[in-house]
Structures are given as C-alpha cells and as structure tokens.
C-alpha cells in the first residue's frame, strides 16, 4: 500500500533553517508529482510545493524564494529545504501523492491522494 513517512521537524528560532524528508513505498516514485502541504491548528491546509518530472517544481507564494523542493527517485524521497523560516511556518508538514503525473496550474487545490502522518515545524520568535 502507499506509504509516506515525513521527518525533520523541529522547534527552531525565527531566520532558522530545517530540511524535511518523505520517504515513500508502495507506488512508483519517480512517475508521480510529489506535493507538501501544511496545516496549522484552526487553518485551512496550503500547498506549500510540488515537484514532478514533467513539469518542474511550484512553490506557494509564501515560501518562494525560502523553500526548495527536490527529490531523490533512487531513494523514493522528496525533500523540503526550508530557509528564512518564520513563526507564520509554523504548521504540521506533510508530504502527499499527486493523483497525476505532473503538479499543473492547480496543484495546490488538493489534487493528492495519498499522504502520511506529518511532522510538526514550529518558528518560535
């Protein structure tokens, strides 16, 4: 079954840096977009990147230029560098399965099928 496995939050500072990992089984990697999104207690969850081999990578406007998708098909893993975090970050992360082969203009209107646990980033000030 598909499986994703999220890693890498942490409490940090306000201009602090951390990398998030997704490690994923149970459907072919390196074919799907892979999309982060977040979530925040009393918050709509946001799309926060996608990546896909057809047609390159989308960031949120709240976080271009700060985070920076990637992925490692070798390794079923997608990454998220986060950088220049701020207390507005603060959200539980999660990695999720496009339901297509690309991100498209909509990718972060909840166009995911599958998704794991998450895990907790928090910007203190």
């Known amino acids: 079954q598909v499986q994703f496995v999220e890693s890498g939050g942490a409490l940090v500072q306000r201009g602090g840096s951390l990398r998030l990992s997704c490690a994923a089984s149970g459907f072919t990697f390196e074919t799907y977009g892979i999309i982060w999104f977040r979530q925040a207690p009393g918050k709509e969850r946001e799309g926060v990147s996608c990546?896909?081999?057809?047609?390159?990578?989308y960031y949120a406007d709240s976080v271009k230029g700060r985070f920076t998708i990637s992925r490692d098909n070798y390794q079923n893993t997608a990454y998220l560098q986060m950088n220049s975090l701020e207390p507005e970050d603060t959200a539980r992360y999660y990695c999720?399965?496009?339901?297509?082969?690309?991100?498209?203009?909509?990718?972060?209107?909840?166009?995911?099928?599958?998704w794991g646990q998450g895990t907790q980033v928090t910007v203190s000030s």
């Open positions: 999720a399965k496009h339901r297509l082969y690309r991100c498209g203009s909509s990718w972060s209107s909840g166009s995911y099928d599958y």
């Open positions: 990546i896909s081999i057809i047609d390159g990578t």
